[in-house]
Every structure is written in structure tokens, then in C-alpha cells.
């Protein structure tokens, strides 16, 4: 028997050898299940197949559209009387609408023609419209140049009164200086009140053509005002409806969870990070997977999520790899989602350095070198606190503070030099500020660079919506320069020396793995490539003077992988 669920897909061949999961998938970390990955090739092959839609993935050289590569989710489940299937999804809208027949609905529907957000958000685009053809209109053009002529010309009108009036001015000084001895008494004194009439009658003048002025600026001010007054009533009942849509909008997003508990997105963002949602909270793949198998009493088994297509301008995001569920707007909503299912541990919380020795290279009066193994963290973490840092000061009692010169990625393996002094600290770090460090990492790429050597200058900063992700940006980003030069080709991988003249969060990772980089991500990358046994990324040189003896020194190690 069949279940009644429409997008409940049937697996297209026999997994009855396959074990299910104990537990369900940590979503923000996890390596796909079986199931899951047969899910996902089935959608895939849907995907590669279908004529149920036309949308440019960016995977069909010169194909109508605008490229938007998409991340689709998949759901395994089993509905009440045991049969298993999955479910599929898509993050957002897709080919301009949020309904397909393969995958779930949203929760809800945006662009439904006769829903209130369309009809709302023409009004809006209406205003928007509005206050653009204000903007560029000629009247507005006309009435501000108007107001600038207006202006210039009245304090032409005054200024060449001032002037008349200082000649007028003077010329009395000199009447009165000069005709003081030549007049009788009575006709001085005559004069002199001429002199003082003349001076109120210069100054009426000037007062009256200031009040002229002023108001010839005035009418020319109300005239351009009363366009601008328009523009910002439109800007804001712009800002007013939109608020109310927002609102309206959020008050539609209500999320189920296993024990079939709702809660309001806004609660959900309200209760777990104080803020409001961000925009496109709820459209990812993993709540409308998970929201349809629980309003169809169907049981998750697990998940996973991979991207189809080119990959975005400054994300990382590789055809047909497995993803994480973003953390900004899918963590407060997944935490809610989840409760009531069993979870696999999250790997987070776990301290992977527990086993592993820290290998000291060097030490002397005034710093430590160090062989830091990979998974293993610099300085001490939110939920680990077992670090680096932590190991020295245990091993080192003596040392008040050993400061970390420099940090190396928890998944990156190699040198790492700490301070046992401040002042040490200081010298050393002084060069890293001036870049005359010399650094040297080595990679192992998943899969070949044809040019040898060269440059990479991609500006980095944080993904906002998935920390602590990185991505390209180039008007918020902080400076990123690489130089690369290619070590060997070993079979369909690329030994690759790393040469960072700057220092940013995963830099050398983005570099590798970014479109605009080398487009090609560092074998075992969790974040930006594929999942292996370990992030084959090590930091195998450094060079710089040393605090005490003010001489070069140099620190080598041979590549682990």
C-alpha cells in the first residue's frame, strides 16, 4: 500500500540491505547517509531528465535565462504503516514559482496570484514607481535649478546694493569732511541731516529688497517642496506598507516539530536570538522537508542537502556537493523542528584533539614553536576549550600568558609560533603587521590547475547568514592576496605550495575552492569541498627575526599527507 502523501517518492530500487540510522542527522554537520545519497541521486537524475520546468542551473552552454544554481534537500522517511521513501525540496522559489510537482510546497506561498503578498507588493512597486518618475522628472529638474538661479540671482541683487550702498557710504563721509569748513553753521547742520536721511534711506532700501529676496526665495522653495513633500509621503507609506507586509508575511511562517508542537517564526527568532527574522527564513530546503513530513505524519530518518549548478558569485557552492544547513536563518527554526527526534551528536561539542600530542619544535627564553596536528584548535573555543594556548600554559605553568602570535584554522595542521614575553609578542607580531614573514603552506587540491603559478586577490569577509563561512566580496571585504605556485600533479589531484601576503579567516580554503580563484577546493574541506579523513592543508614553513637574538630564524616541516 501506497501512502497518500503526493510528493512521497518510492526508491527505484530494492534498500532493504541498507540500515536505517539510529538517529537522525545533525543537519548543520554530517556525512550523507546511504539513503540520503541514494535520495539525492534519484533527484538528481530527475533533475538532469525532467520537462517539468525550464530554469538556467548554468549547466547548458548558452541557455535562455538569468544562471541561479539552487540548493535542493532531500528528506528520507517512512509513513505510518513502514514504507520508506523521500521527500525533495528546493531552497526558494524556483523558474519564477514556488510550486513543482517533484518537490514539497513552501509553507508558505509567496507568489500565489491571489494571495495578499503579490497584490501588496504591486502597490508598493506602484509607490516605488511613483517616487522614481518624481525623481527623474523634468518639473524636479526645472524647480531645483530654479531654486539655485533664485538664489544666485537675489544674492547678486543684494550684494550689488551692499556695494552701492558702501559708495554711498563714503562719498557722505567725504561730503561731510569735505564742506565742514566751507558751509555756515546752520548749513552743516542741514547737510549733516541730508547725510542721516540718505543713510536710513539707503538702509530702508536694503532691508525692503532683502524682504524681496526672501520671499522670491520662498516661493521658489515651496514650488520644489511641494514635489519633494510628495516624494517623502510616498517613501513613507513605502516604508509603513512594507513593515505591515513583513509582518503580515512572518505571521504566516508557523513551524511544526516532531512532537507536533507549532511556533510562529517570530517566537522562534524572538526566543533564540532576541532579533527578528531574516529575510527568506523558512524558505531553505530543511523546514518546508520537514514541516510536510510532519503535517503528513511521516517519520524522518535523515537528510542532506546538495547544490545544482554553477555556483554563485560569492558563496562557495560546488555542482552536486553535499551542504550543511545554513546556520543564520535555519538554526533557530531547525532547533525548534527537531525536538523530538533523536539526534546524531554534534560534532561541535566534541573535543577531536582529545587523543592527539602536541609536538614541541623549539623553545628558548622567549618563544614556543609548536607542530599543531590537524582538528585541533588554536586558542580555546566556545564548547572546547582544549587548545594550544591551553596545552602550553598547562605544560608551561612558569609563563603567565603564552601569547598566541598567530592562529592556524582548527582543521589546518603545522607551525604555530607562541610568545612567552609580551615584548616578544610584540616584536614578532610588528613583522606580521609589516608582512615580512615569510609563510609557506602546502594543499592538496581535488582536482588539477593547469597554470603553474600566479595570484589570487579575492577580498573576503563573513557570510551574515552562515558563520563562519566566508565569502568573496568586493564592496565590503577586507583585502585577501594569495600567491600559489604548483608543486606536482599526483593523479587527479594538485600538490600546491601557498604563499598568503595576508591573513584572513580561511583564506587560503576560499581561494582554492572560489570560482574566481582557483576553482578548485582543498581536498577534505568540510566547508567549501567534500568531506575526507582530514583538511589537507598544512603550514610547513616560516621564516622571521627573532626577538632576542635579532637574528632570521626558520622553522620546517615535512607535508603530513
Not at 190 to 217: F, G, N, P, T, W
Not at 500 to 526: E, F, M, W, Y
Amino acid at each position: 500500500m501506497s501512502t497518500s502523501a503526493p510528493y512521497f517518492h518510492h526508491f527505484q530500487k530494492d534498500t532493504s540491505g541498507i540500515e536505517l540510522p539510529l538517529r537522525f542527522t545533525f543537519p548543520f554537520c554530517y556525512d550523507p547517509h546511504e539513503l540520503s545519497i541514494l535520495a539525492a541521486e534519484h533527484v538528481q537524475a530527475y533533475l538532469e531528465s525532467q520537462k517539468d520546468f525550464n530554469h538556467n542551473f548554468g549547466l547548458i552552454d548558452g541557455q535562455d535565462g538569468l544562471v541561479i544554481g539552487k540548493m535542493f534537500g532531500v528528506l528520507v522517511v517512512q509513513d505510518e504503516i513502514g514504507n520508506l521513501g523521500y521527500l525533495a525540496a528546493v531552497s526558494g522559489k524556483m523558474a519564477g514559482t514556488n510550486r513543482h510537482k517533484f518537490f514539497v510546497p513552501p509553507i508558505f506561498d509567496m507568489l500565489d496570484p491571489d494571495g495578499f503578498f503579490l497584490k501588496e507588493e504591486e502597490h508598493i512597486n506602484q509607490i516605488n514607481r511613483n517616487i522614481e518618475q518624481l525623481q527623474k522628472s523634468d518639473e524636479l529638474k526645472e524647480l531645483k535649478e530654479n531654486l539655485i538661479i533664485c538664489k544666485k540671482r537675489e544674492d547678486q541683487i543684494l550684494s550689488d546694493l551692499r556695494k552701492l550702498h558702501k559708495k554711498n557710504k563714503a562719498e557722505r563721509k567725504e561730503s561731510r569732511n569735505s564742506q565742514k569748513t566751507t558751509l555756515s553753521e546752520t548749513e552743516y547742520q542741514d547737510l549733516l541731516e541730508d547725510l542721516i536721511k540718505q543713510s536710513y534711506r539707503d538702509q530702508h532700501d536694503y532691508d525692503v529688497q532683502k524682504e524681496s529676496s526672501a520671499q522670491h526665495i520662498q516661493l521658489a522653495e515651496e514650488a520644489l517642496n511641494h514635489i519633494v513633500e510628495q516624494i517623502e509621503e510616498l517613501k513613507l507609506e513605502r516604508k509603513i506598507r512594507s513593515s505591515n507586509l513583513q509582518n503580515q508575511l512572518f505571521d504566516q511562517y508557523h513551524f511544526l516539530n516532531a512532537k507536533h508542537e507549532s511556533k510562529s517564526v517570530l517566537d522562534i527568532f524572538k526566543e533564540s536570538k532576541n532579533i527578528q527574522p531574516p529575510a527568506g527564513a523558512g524558505e531553505c530546503a530543511a523546514p518546508k522537508l520537514l514541516q510536510y513530513a510532519f503535517q503528513h505524519n511521516l517519520k524522518p530518518i535523515c537528510m542532506a542537502e546538495f547544490w545544482w549548478g554553477s555556483s554563485p558569485n560569492q558563496e562557495v557552492r560546488k555542482h552536486q556537493n553535499y551542504y550543511p544547513a545554513c546556520r543564520g536563518k535555519c538554526e533557530p527554526i531547525l532547533a525548534h523542528m527537531l525536538i523530538g527526534l533523536e539526534l546524531d551528536a554534534n560534532p561541535m561539542l566534541e573535543n577531536p584533539a582529545a587523543d592527539k600530542e602536541l609536538e614541541i619544535l623549539f623553545e628558548d627564553e622567549a618563544i614556543i614553536v609548536v607542530n599543531k596536528p590537524a582538528e585541533f584548535l588554536s586558542v580555546p573555543g566556545i564548547n572546547v576549550q582544549d587548545s594550544v594556548q591551553t596545552r602550553i600554559q598547562n605544560q608551561f605553568p612558569e609563563i603567565d600568558n603564552p601569547w598566541i602570535i598567530h592562529r592556524l584554522d582548527m582543521s589546518t595542521s603545522g607551525i604555530l609560533v607562541l610568545a612567552k614575553t609580551k615584548e616578544a609578542h610584540q616584536f614578532i607580531q610588528d613583522q606580521f603587521i609589516k608582512h615580512t614573514v615569510k609563510k609557506r603552506y602546502t594543499a592538496l587540491l581535488d582536482g588539477i590547475i593547469t597554470e603553474m603559478e600566479g595570484l589570487i586577490d579575492l577580498p573576503l569577509r563573513v557570510d551574515l547568514d552562515d558563520r563562519p563561512r566566508q565569502v568573496v566580496c568586493y564592496e565590503y571585504g577586507k583585502p585577501a592576496q594569495t600567491q600559489y605556485k604548483v608543486v606536482a600533479i599526483e593523479g587527479n589531484k594538485t600538490r600546491i605550495h601557498y604563499f598568503p601576503l595576508t591573513g584572513r579567516t580561511h583564506q587560503l580554503r576560499v581561494h582554492s575552492a572560489h570560482v574566481k580563484g582557483l576553482n578548485c577546493p582543498i581536498t577534505g574541506d568540510d566547508l567549501y569541498g567534500k568531506r575526507a579523513n582530514r583538511l589537507h592543508l598544512h603550514a610547513g614553513f616560516i621564516q622571521f627575526v627573532h626577538p632576542l637574538t635579532k637574528t632570521l630564524v626558520k622553522f620546517e616541516l615535512s607535508d603530513p599527507f
